[in-house]
């Protein structure tokens, strides 16, 4: 039961600095964004503090650590790969072209008689 009073608590922490936002329309733009930032900080502390929070925060630091195992590919694999996605687009995109452009001569041409 706490563990749902604070996320409540954690939503109406957010939605006070949404409302904040809109209530400060005659503010500067950037007091106006400071009270949507406060009203996530606080809400993200408060839910942090809530047995679903504590398991997101594990979930994320074990995210991170499995992230740093990832061996990322080099900069000519990249390329050479990236290369390879826009030929095969430009290969798929002329055979569609040839595609649609033989049904239309078939349909409008043999078929109906259209010229």
């Given at each position: 039961?706490?563990?749902k ?12 600095g ?5 209530l400060?329309s005659?503010?500067a733009?950037?007091?106006r964004?400071?009270?949507v930032?406060a ?7 408060v839910a ?5 929070g504590q ?14 195992k990832?061996?990322?590919?080099s900069?000519?694999?990249t390329?050479?790969?990236t ?7 430009v290969?798929m995109?002329?055979f569609?072209w040839?595609a649609?452009k033989t049904?239309?001569w078939?349909?409008y ?6 010229k």
């Amino acid at each position: 039961m706490a563990d749902k009073l604070k996320f409540a608590l954690a939503l109406a922490l957010l939605a006070a600095g949404v409302v904040g936002f809109y209530l400060l329309s005659e503010q500067a733009l950037v007091l106006r964004v400071l009270a949507v930032l406060a009203g996530v900080a606080a809400g993200v502390a408060v839910a942090s503090f809530s047995a679903p929070g504590q398991r997101f925060i594990g979930f994320a630091r074990e995210s991170v650590t499995e992230t740093k195992k990832v061996v990322w590919p080099s900069r000519k694999e990249t390329v050479q790969t990236t290369g390879l996605v826009f030929a095969f687009v430009v290969v798929m995109a002329i055979f569609l072209w040839f595609a649609d452009k033989t049904l239309e001569w078939v349909l409008y041409d043999l078929v109906l008689g259209w010229k």
